[in-house]
T-cell receptor, first 111, second 115 residues
Framework: DQQVKQNSPSLSVQEGRISILNCDYT??????FLWYKKYPAEGPTFLIS?????DKNEDGRFTVFLNKSAKHLSLHIVPSQPGDSAVYFC??????????FGKGTRLSVIA | DSGVTQTPKHLITATGQRVTLRCSPR?????VYWYQQSLDQGLQFLIQ???????AKGNILERFSAQQFPDLHSELNLSSLELGDSALYFC??????????????FGPGTRLLVL
């Protein structure tokens, strides 16, 4: 039973355009959400987070949107750069609920 | 560089053996978390220690155990190894850990291959 789902295993975007990565969750106990980026042979790198009291959080080129009623969050990267090519993981946790990861979306930014 | 270190980077061993993976958290972080990433399962939470005490437990097998020492480094012990234990093992740390709503910072991982 996947509590955090990333339905797109891969995404290709042209350099300079917007990348939108999506994530759905099922557990209503989740109230803290994170995105991580992972390069091959490295550990996941924290990108951005959002708590359930907000619906948007921005950090430079990265913005995370949270729609609690739909149990959906998305990560927008604008503009996309070739160095953004990596696997992106959505993750969710609650006060007493350990971090649960999605299976990841592989983003390829084409120059 | 997240500041979390893990040793060794690679480990090759045989079925039935026992190995120990080591993790040093970021300076000042009190919590350490262990995760397993196998090809078909994604990142799975195993266990969390907060300031030396077990705080949360996930899908950790009975053959696996962990501890956190007074200097806050942690070790994950895997025994009676099976082929299916081959995976990447990640350690993460966070500042606190009394709640689980914490940003976790990950180490580079240990790749375990059981032959």
């Amino acid at each position: 039973d996947q509590q955090v789902k990333q339905n797109s295993p891969s995404l290709s975007v042209q350099e300079g355009r917007i990348s939108i990565l999506n994530c759905d969750y099922t557990n209503s106990m989740f109230d803290y959400f994170l995105w991580y980026k992972k390069y091959p042979a490295e550990g996941p790198t924290f990108l951005i987070s959002i708590s359930s009291i907000k619906d948007k959080n921005e950090d430079g080129r990265f913005t995370v949107f949270l729609n609690k009623s739909a149990k959906h969050l998305s990560l927008h990267i604008v503009p996309s750069q070739p160095g953004d090519s990596a696997v992106y993981f959505c993750a969710a946790s609650g006060w007493d609920t350990p971090l649960v990861f999605g299976k990841g979306t592989r983003l390829s930014v084409i120059a | 560089d997240s500041g979390v270190t893990q040793t060794p980077k690679h480990l090759i061993t045989a079925t039935g053996q026992r190995v120990t993976l080591r993790c040093s958290p970021r300076s000042g972080d009190l919590s350490v978390y262990w995760y397993q990433q196998s090809l078909d399962q994604g990142l799975q939470f195993l266990i969390q220690y907060y300031n030396g005490e077990e705080r949360a437990k996930g899908n950790i097998l009975e053959r696996f155990s962990a501890q956190q020492f007074p200097d806050l480094h942690s070790e994950l012990n895997l025994s009676s190894l099976e082929l299916g234990d081959s995976a990447l093992y990640f350690c993460a740390s966070s500042v606190g850990g009394q709640t689980l709503q914490e940003t976790q910072y990950f180490g580079p991982g240990t790749r375990l291959l059981v032959l």
